[in-house]
């Protein structure tokens, strides 16, 4: 049976990816997972994986060409398998996305047309007993419910329709501003279903913005609710002078907890990279009870170490030389060292405030005697799960930090990623999701409230 090879969605918001070279030509026999073709999105270049053993029958998107998510590049063909141009033809044209929501109950009803529900002589809403009775479960208003029964009638299905609508729009991505009391506003992306458990808040880097998470947050989306934060300073988030506001890791700590309970997410399972990580870190030793559990990410704060090419970078003026040698920086694979990528980092780099921000924040966590944000003395007293993942070949923060860290926090996992560099979320996206995904999995069940009493 043939297999359509189409584009993947690498990222939430990702629409289409370009095709920029095949690593296979037509005729050539695959093997399942052995990468056929690379792709380059705005935040990533990665291969794509044949998700067939077989022979690659016809490549359908040249190199150059820009495809959108689950459109067709290639299509496979079994070994021995035949397929004429007219079959070609036939499979592409009925080839795309299967759209459906996980945990989908019912399909429409065959033949019938959907109208607005009728109502009886004293105003109510036509439904049948089974229909106003799922939806008083599951909080659906029944004045919202198109009905597909007999007569304008609302059906069980009708009712269940309506409820993974509501579920869908409300997992669907979206950015969301957070005001703060002080006025500073704290921009997020905010994805997966509402009553998750755990939430799941992602923490950047110095530098970055929510966007280092592209390739790591449509893998949990379809379980958690997701958010990612710009920290003040960066990315959407507000960047006032430094004389007016509190860059140091208290400050963005303190941020960070009231984006969390003005979402009413606690408690979360915080998952910081870099300077992330420190933030994450200082939640969970002030606040734990806003905190599930920690996957501290290269974290800054586990020792005094801290390269001074860092420092050399973000102590520079900005320029788009000086935001490619810091991304050069973060990764061992350079192909990832997009135009693109440097480009958009220059312009948030170059943003009112910015360059301002990023100098008030890098003084208050660094210096060149070391990090002034070691938080390793305090690190035995983390009571909350704690999942640290390193990248091998890390020339930011070094390997060692990982160990002693996973040491010093009771019953901390260690992961460390062979073969890259300072963004595993990036540079390894998928043995990144892995390793976190059984964490996730792993964590204890909450303990039950205590259960009140009486005196008598």
């Not at 056929?36 to 077989?54: F, S």
């Not at 998470?213 to 958690?224: I, K, M």
Request: proline residues 7%.
């Amino acid at each position: 049976m043939p297999t359509v090879v189409t584009m993947p969605k690498w990222g939430l918001t990702m629409t289409a990816g370009t095709v920029t070279n095949w690593l296979a030509d037509e005729g050539d026999t695959v093997a399942a997972g052995a990468p056929i073709l690379t792709v380059e999105t705005e935040k990533a270049v990665d291969d794509v994986e044949a998700p067939a053993a077989g022979v690659l029958r016809k490549i359908v998107a040249a190199a150059g060409s820009e495809v959108p998510v689950m459109g067709a590049v290639a299509v496979i063909t079994a070994a021995g398998e035949t397929l004429s141009d007219d079959e070609l033809a036939a499979l592409l044209a009925t080839a795309g996305p299967v759209v459906a929501a996980p945990g989908s109950i019912v399909a429409a009803p065959a033949k019938r047309d959907a109208r607005p529900a009728t109502r009886d002589s004293t105003g109510r809403v036509n439904a049948s007993p089974a229909a106003r009775k799922l939806a008083a479960q599951l909080n659906v208003d029944l004045e919202t419910v198109t009905a597909t029964g007999p007569a304008g009638r609302i059906t069980s299905n009708d009712v269940e329709r309506a409820a993974i609508a509501v579920a869908q729009t409300a997992a669907a991505p979206r950015t969301r501003v957070v005001a703060l009391a002080d006025g500073r506003r704290v921009a997020t992306l905010i994805a997966g279903p509402t009553n998750s458990n755990p939430p799941l808040v992602f923490l950047h880097g110095l530098g970055g913005s929510l966007t280092t998470w592209t390739n790591l947050l449509p893998a949990f989306a379809d379980r958690y609710r997701v958010i990612a934060v710009d920290l003040p300073g960066h990315g959407g988030s507000d960047k006032p002078e430094p004389a007016t506001t509190d860059y140091s890791l208290s400050g963005l700590a303190a941020a960070v907890c009231a984006v969390i309970e003005n979402q009413a997410l606690a408690p979360a399972v915080l998952i910081g990279h870099s300077l992330g990580g420190a933030v994450a870190l200082q939640i969970a030793l002030d606040r734990p009870k806003l905190v599930r559990g920690l996957v501290l990410i290269d974290s800054a704060g586990l020792g005094p170490e801290i390269s001074p090419e860092l420092l050399d970078r973000f102590e520079a003026e900005p320029s788009r030389e000086e935001t490619k040698r810091l991304l050069e920086l973060f990764f061992v694979d350079q192909r990832l060292v997009l135009d693109r990528g440097v480009d958009e980092m220059h312009q948030a780099r170059t943003s009112d405030g910015a360059d301002a921000a990023m100098k008030a924040i890098t003084a208050a966590a660094f210096s060149r005697d070391g990090q002034r944000i070691n938080l390793e003395s305090r690190l035995a007293e983390i009571n909350r799960p704690a999942h640290i993942i390193w990248g091998e070949h890390d020339r930011v923060t070094p390997l060692h930090h990982a160990g002693n860290a996973a040491t010093a926090i009771p019953g901390a996992w260690l992961d460390v990623i062979e073969g890259i560099g300072h963004v595993p979320q990036v540079e390894a996206a998928a043995a990144t999701i892995a390793v976190i995904d059984e964490f996730l999995r792993a964590l204890p069940p909450l303990p039950a409230p205590p259960v009140a009493t009486t005196g008598r």
